[in-house]
């Protein structure tokens, strides 16, 4: 009688983020992948109403109680020791971190717990060179500081490489350009659903809609946008502006009753969190972002997937998903004026949305498929573990 076969034991990757938010909104796709590669794969954050999807979807989840998007130092040094209690609870083959502070602390917490493989991915420096130095410095620090605890940092955005290696010395071998993807079979350009959420926005079928997709953070440009929707108002040019998006009351720059109550009283129209984005931006004419920092912003490359021309600003992250006059239109960052001015031209241009809305979709197809995300990190998982036997 043969001897029974050994279980296959799976290596266990951890992916460490503030909130399950971010696990099950951003990473959940590419978490199931590393799960048919053949990992055991174990979300880790701030445990929230989205631990029950993860849990639907066969990923456990691992509470960090003391993670919070809140900057706080004795906050974040509890955290550290919580980080480093549980990954030795859980002895996982690999950490990866994302967001910006489990990055610096999981990192950190990974090396002391004695991870074997530490991953960072950097979906966007805090801090860009041509912000001032009071705001470079501590970022650049902090980064090149955890860098150190780390194997290896995958960087979605191209410029960042060239920071990581140049300004904070990072070796170049522990550097990996990674890109960002989406899932392109999801956000396919159907516009089934545009009249229905037309609808429901309180929108006509003549109406030109201009869409703003993100949280609900002054970092996202909303005072240029509410300065914009004013200049408009003042020009005669109707066209709705819906906001589809999360408040974020845990950031110091969250947007308060008062300056929602301004926006609305402006026309602009916050319909909240959503869990159909697909028909949302169906239901669209143009994709609008007004933000001041993005590693590679993930909402413009679905509007680009969906077919919508982009306004956009002109800074690392949005330079990557918007041909400037082909795929949408860049401006300069912090001005409503020329935010204004570039979203009178394509309301009043419907010859230009369907030409760099078609333009904007095929620059996803052949630029944004989430399948070259996903095979770049497993390769650097094999990589890592065959250099740790």
């Given amino acids: 009688?043969?001897?029974?076969?050994?279980?296959?034991?799976?290596?266990?990757?951890?992916?460490?983020?503030?909130?399950?938010?971010?696990?099950?909104?951003?990473?959940?796709?590419?978490?199931?992948?590393?799960?048919?590669?053949?990992?055991?794969?174990?979300?880790?954050?701030?445990?929230?109403?989205?631990?029950?999807?993860?849990?639907?979807?066969?990923?456990?989840?691992?509470?960090?109680?003391s993670l919070?998007?809140?900057?706080?130092?004795?906050?974040?040094?509890?955290?550290?020791?919580?980080?480093?209690?549980?990954?030795?609870?859980?002895?996982?083959?690999?950490?990866?971190?994302?967001?910006?502070?489990?990055?610096?602390?999981?990192?950190?917490?990974?090396?002391?717990?004695?991870?074997?493989?530490?991953?960072?991915t950097q979906h966007g420096l805090y801090a860009q060179p041509t912000d001032r130095l009071r705001r470079k410095l501590p970022v650049y620090a902090l980064e090149r500081l955890a860098a150190a605890f780390g194997h290896q940092e995958l960087v979605q955005n191209q410029e960042d490489v060239e920071t990581l290696v140049r300004t904070l010395k990072v070796p170049r071998r522990k550097v990996t350009w990674l890109g960002n993807g989406i899932d392109l079979a999801r956000f396919d350009g159907d516009r089934s659903a545009r009249a229905a959420v037309r609808t429901e926005w309180g929108v006509g079928d003549d109406d030109v809609v201009i869409g703003v997709v993100g949280r609900l953070v002054r970092e996202k440009g909303f005072a240029e946008i509410v300065g914009a929707a004013q200049l408009l108002r003042e020009r005669g040019v109707t066209a709705p502006i819906v906001v589809v998006g999360p408040?974020?009351?845990?950031?110091?720059?969250?947007?308060?009753?008062?300056?929602?109550?301004?926006?609305?009283?402006?026309?602009?129209?916050?319909?909240?969190?959503?869990?159909?984005?697909?028909?949302?931006?169906?239901?669209?004419?143009?994709?609008?972002?007004?933000?001041?920092?993005?590693?590679?912003?993930?909402?413009?490359?679905?509007?680009?997937?969906s077919g919508l021309p982009i306004i956009a600003?002109?800074?690392?992250?949005?330079?990557?998903?918007?041909?400037?006059?082909?795929?949408?239109?860049?401006?300069?960052?912090r001005d409503a004026e020329a935010l204004a001015d570039a979203t009178q031209e394509l309301v009043g241009d419907g010859e230009a949305r369907t030409r760099m809305g078609t333009a904007a979709a095929a620059k996803a197809r052949k630029e944004f498929d989430q399948q070259r995300v996903i095979d770049v990190t497993l390769a650097t998982y094999a990589h890592l573990l065959g250099a740790q036997s």
Wanted: with cysteine; charged share 20%; hydrophobic share 50%.
């Fill in 68 to 120: 919070t998007r809140a900057v706080g130092p004795v906050a974040d040094v509890r955290a550290l020791f919580e980080l480093r209690r549980l990954l030795r609870a859980e002895h996982p083959a690999v950490l990866h971190t994302h967001n910006p502070k489990p990055g610096v602390l999981g990192r950190i917490a990974g090396r002391l717990a004695r991870v074997p493989v530490v991953v960072n």
């Fill in 313 to 333: 600003t002109d800074i690392r992250g949005c330079r990557q998903v918007v041909d400037d006059g082909v795929t949408g239109v860049l401006v300069q960052v």
């Fill in 247 to 305: 408040a974020d009351p845990d950031k110091r720059d969250g947007l308060d009753a008062a300056a929602l109550s301004a926006a609305s009283a402006l026309g602009i129209h916050f319909v909240g969190r959503r869990s159909d984005m697909p028909q949302c931006y169906a239901a669209m004419d143009i994709f609008l972002t007004a933000t001041h920092r993005e590693g590679f912003p993930r909402a413009a490359m679905e509007a680009s997937a």
């Fill in 1 to 65: 009688m043969s001897a029974a076969a050994a279980p296959v034991v799976r290596p266990k990757v951890i992916h460490l983020t503030t909130t399950d938010m971010s696990l099950d909104w951003l990473l959940a796709p590419q978490l199931l992948a590393f799960q048919a590669a053949g990992y055991e794969v174990v979300g880790m954050s701030a445990a929230g109403e989205h631990v029950a999807h993860l849990a639907a979807l066969g990923i456990r989840h691992v509470d960090v109680p």
